[in-house]
């Protein structure tokens, strides 16, 4: 196997001149994209989509809030169900039970409403 020559192996290094107002204009890009001026230019340079570190990450943080989210609906359902079946078995059904199970579904509707938006939102949907 070939040995690397310095230059591929710490890079290579690139200077030209720009104005002042080009040069803000692109740090504040690549800021705004949570990236690298570096990392900017050389997805300009060869033409490849510019990555957007922050919206990566708002994204995974939704998802992760929608997933911690739906494991706890996910558990209340559980819950309500076991309580259904002992209900059942019992053969008696007060009326306090449906009040509890009925507010469990709402609050399951208005946390997935909410889920919705968020996603929607992060996901920059209409």
């Known amino acids: 196997m070939a040995k690397k ?46 990555p957007d570190r922050k919206y990566d990450k708002n994204l995974f943080e939704s998802i992760d809030k929608l997933t911690r989210e739906m494991n706890s609906i996910g558990n209340n359902i559980n819950q309500s169900t076991i309580a259904l079946h002992q209900i059942n078995n019992s053969q008696k059904m007060e009326a306090g039970d449906f009040r509890q199970f009925n507010e469990l579904l709402k609050q399951y509707i ?17």
Do not use: C, H, M, N
């Open 5 to 50: 020559s310095e230059s591929e192996k710490s890079g290579a290094i690139i200077k030209f001149r720009i104005k002042g107002k080009e040069k803000t204009a692109l740090q504040t890009e690549a800021k705004a994209k949570g990236i690298s001026l570096t990392e900017l230019l050389k997805a300009k340079l060869y033409g490849q989509p510019v």
């Open 110 to 126: 208005g946390t997935r409403d909410e889920l919705r938006l968020l996603l929607s939102k992060t996901l920059q949907w209409d």
